[in-house]
């Protein structure tokens, strides 16, 4: 029903920034909710950032650990979602994967997501 491809990933040194996007296709809706989510080797699946439409404006949320460094944004003409990383260090390297889910609700967990993308590296070097 949603396809999802994320693109941006690559080797990147600590303090740099990346940014990641997520071409979205198929059968959204102006309720659709857009999340990135991330798998560091030897760790589970994490919740890093989401965007919805509130009905007036966007609103988004953030895991506290790349609070205040990344951002997420959306151009809905463009089909498209981003994921702005800045000051990246050791622990933001990861395989980054899109998701995607019809509605509001439980927006940080990753189960509760339906469609999912194939996952880009992001590698930090220190």
């Known amino acids: 029903q949603v396809q999802l491809v994320e693109s941006g990933g690559g080797l990147v040194q600590a303090g740099d920034s990346r940014r990641l996007s997520c071409a979205v296709s198929?059968?959204?809706?102006?309720?659709?909710?857009l999340g990135w989510f991330r798998q560091a080797p030897g760790k589970e699946r994490e919740f890093v950032a989401v965007?919805?439409?509130?009905?007036?404006?966007?609103?988004?949320d953030y895991a506290d650990s790349v609070r205040g460094r990344f951002t997420i944004s959306r151009d809905t003409a463009k089909n498209m979602v981003y994921l702005q990383m800045n000051s990246l260090n050791s622990e933001d390297t990861a395989v980054y994967y899109c998701?995607?889910?019809?509605?509001?609700?439980?927006?940080?967990?990753?189960?509760?997501?339906?469609?999912w993308g194939q996952g880009t590296q992001v590698t930090v070097s220190s």
């Open positions: 998701a995607a889910k019809p509605n509001r609700g439980s927006l940080r967990i990753g189960n509760a997501y339906d469609y």
């Open positions: 198929g059968r959204t809706t102006s309720t659709i909710v």
């Open positions: 965007i919805r439409w509130s009905g007036d404006a966007y609103y988004v």
